[in-house]
């Protein structure tokens, strides 16, 4: 298990702990950093030394990577193409706070 997979873990723990309606429809993607899984709650849980490293795990988790989550093509794509430049810019998702995003079905039975 990565640090992508246990992002994505710990977004579907907190989720089902307290914010079950999310499981099943879309939340915007500043939830995910700020309410869902922020980084000083949930350091420890996630095992990442740095801010820069959970920051990192967002943009994969983002992009699309694995199928964990479904969102904006243009987002994931530009995403993903930060991820690959030889320097990303590891704070790109904030230009995306408002953009909706949301499990997909076949990443969460993976963690059932």
């Given at each position: ?7 994505y873990r710990r977004l579907v723990q907190n989720l089902r702990a ?57 987002m994931q794509a530009d995403l993903r193409e930060e991820l690959q ?23 969460l039975r993976a963690v059932e």
């Open positions: 298990m990565d640090d992508l997979d246990r992002m307290g914010f079950p309606d999310l499981l099943a429809r879309p939340f915007e993607v500043a939830e995910l950093y700020t309410t869902l899984v922020p980084y000083r709650h949930n350091r420890r849980e996630l095992g990442l030394e740095t801010n820069q490293d959970y920051e990192l795990a967002l943009l994969r988790v983002l992009s699309g990577e694995r199928g964990y989550l479904i969102g904006d093509p243009q430049s030889s320097n990303p810019d590891l704070s790109k998702f904030r230009a995306y706070s408002t953009t909706m995003i949301s499990l997909a079905p076949d990443g």
